[in-house]
């Protein structure tokens, strides 16, 4: 197990080192964040409602298109010159590399998500609440969670002719929990409600994040086999 | 199962569910009383629910084989899995326009985010990716794992879809048949949902196991076809 | 009216859909039939087969 978790970390890092080299994504999904915010300002009327008013469920939608963005290019890296099969053959078990890519992906989406809180906050006055430590836990459970079906979904795609056209089809059904109590803890957060207000929707969070991690470590096996 | 089973199998339940489904529409259109509040519409209820049972049973037929076929691999789980999946998506949809056209009826308006029928709806995506993903890989054995893959994890996450649409506020009418205080149906509105619900049931078993059948007979068909275009192998019987 | 129109409208897309899922299955069975036959292959799974050939 401990083996594991080592082994998940050597392929984060070499994702994110790769990531940081090139900063393909997370520069892809930045540009998404801020442009996808300035729209908002256009598609909604601003005399009947203030962007503000509704930042936790923009913020949240924002957050899943940018990540969509970013996770279905997780395999991309490893499509040239055969890496995935280098890949599959080192010795390596196959839950480290889900893991792995787990992990990278939660980071890149968590350093997306802070920009798109900050971008929020200066653009529409959204006024961040004092102690942060619940609206930071909220989202990096919800980053993990969408990471961990996202990596899982993005490994089938990966596979198909389709490509990543597929994976909001399969993704979007599943993230209803995750989008609906992600959006409504932060909401309250927002509104300056205390952070004891959004326990029971953490718990539920929570749930469906190691739900989604254990169905990860357990299916991921079959269909990277060849 | 063996095909002969599945044939006669197919055969003995598609007549009971036949004969139980013109008993059920005897009882819808001219037995049952009409409900007080809500008037005719409400006899659409005799095949929303039971499409409604149906298609989530068939779901966790699509799941429980799914998660076999992945463990053990064995090739007649996924065709029992496409199976349940193709009857199931057909029931989802029944679900998804007798609903509409009860709810414009019975509250004024065509689509309530009711729990229930949200869900399905989901579970019709989920059914839909279900094919997607099984049909878009240019190695057929890489899109049933691809879909088994999809029907398990689909299945691990609709309690929580469940629990997460409750929390919206329900228009629906609550649970009238499984209560623990006793069913609050008039008795013959509760003898006329039962036999509707025996009925598609039937009808969706019998369905089932043609289907699942000619899969089996397809995969086979494939076989043998390759066995006789290739000169190499050497049956009993045909040896030379 | 109207009420009558949606009971017998969600009626008729049930069996529409339900009969329509029969038809594609024995569509689908009657070409898996001529194609066994085609190769010269028994299709009833019962029968042992007189040409000594049966389905693997």
């Known amino acids: 197990m401990k083996g594991t978790l080592v082994l998940a970390w050597v392929v984060a890092r070499k994702d994110l080192q ?8 997370l520069a892809a999904m930045g540009a998404f964040v801020v442009l996808t915010a300035l729209l908002f300002n256009y598609a909604v009327d601003r005399t009947v409602v203030h962007p503000g008013s509704i930042a936790a469920g923009l913020i949240w939608m924002t957050l899943i298109l940018a990540g969509l963005l970013g996770l279905g290019r997780t395999f991309e890296l490893e499509k040239e010159d055969g890496a995935f099969q280098g890949l599959l053959a080192a010795p390596l078990p196959r839950e480290a590399l889900y893991l792995g890519k787990v992990l990278s992906n939660a980071v890149l989406l968590a350093i997306v998500t ?6 929020f906050a200066f653009f529409y006055q959204v006024v961040l609440p004092r102690n942060p430590l619940p609206l930071i836990g909220v989202l990096l459970l919800g980053v993990t969670g969408f990471s961990a079906l996202g990596t899982l979904f993005s490994g089938i795609t990966a596979g198909t002719r389709m490509g990543e056209t597929l994976l909001p089809v399969l993704l979007f059904p599943l993230l209803v929990p995750l989008v609906m109590f992600g959006a409504s803890a932060t909401a309250s957060l927002l509104g300056g409600f205390p952070a004891s207000e959004i326990f029971g929707t953490l718990r539920i969070l929570g749930a469906f994040t190691l ?6 470590v357990t299916l991921f096996r079959f269909i990277v086999e060849e | 199962m063996s095909l002969g089973f599945v044939k006669w199998g197919a055969l003995v339940l598609g007549l009971a569910g036949l004969a139980l489904t013109v008993l059920f529409h005897w009882q819808v259109f001219f037995w049952v009383p009409t409900e007080a509040s809500m008037g005719i519409v409400q006899r659409i209820f005799y095949i929303h629910l039971p499409a409604a049972w149906v298609a989530f049973f068939a779901f966790g037929i699509v799941a429980i084989c799914s998660a076999v076929y992945l463990w053990l691999g064995i090739e007649k789980l996924d065709h029992a899995a ?7 998506m057909i029931f989802t949809t029944i679900v998804l326009t007798s609903g509409p056209l009860w709810a414009k009826l019975a509250w004024g308006t065509w689509w309530t985010w009711e729990p229930r029928l949200t869900l399905t709806l989901l579970l019709w995506f989920i059914y839909l990716g279900y094919f997607m993903v099984r049909n878009s890989t240019d190695v ?3 899109g049933k794992k691809f879909a088994a893959v999809v029907g398990i994890v689909g299945a691990l996450n609709i309690p929580l879809i469940h629990l997460s649409v409750l929390w919206f506020r329900s228009l629906h009418p609550q649970p009238v048949v499984a209560r623990t205080d006793g069913p609050q149906l008039h008795p013959d509105m509760l003898t006329t949902v039962l036999t509707a619900l025996a009925a598609w049931t039937l009808v969706f078993l019998s369905l089932y196991l043609l289907r699942y059948g000619t899969a089996r007979l397809e995969a086979a068909a494939d076989r043998a076809v390759a066995a006789t275009r290739s000169p190499a192998p050497v049956r009993e019987g045909v040896a030379p | 009216m109207q009420q009558f129109w949606h009971v017998f409208i969600a009626y008729a897309v049930a069996w529409g859909l339900v009969f329509g899922w029969a038809v594609a299955i024995f569509r689908r069975m009657g070409r898996v039939e001529a194609r066994l036959r085609e190769a010269g292959l028994d299709t009833d799974p019962d029968a042992k087969g007189a040409a000594g050939r049966t389905l693997p």
């Open chain 1, 211 to 216: 739900i989604a991690l254990a169905a990860g």
């Open chain 2, 82 to 88: 496409q199976a349940a999946a193709e009857g199931g």
């Open chain 2, 140 to 142: 057929p054995e890489k």
């Open chain 1, 114 to 119: 802070a920009l798109t809180v900050l971008v």
């Open chain 1, 18 to 25: 790769v990531e940081l080299r090139t900063r393909e994504r």
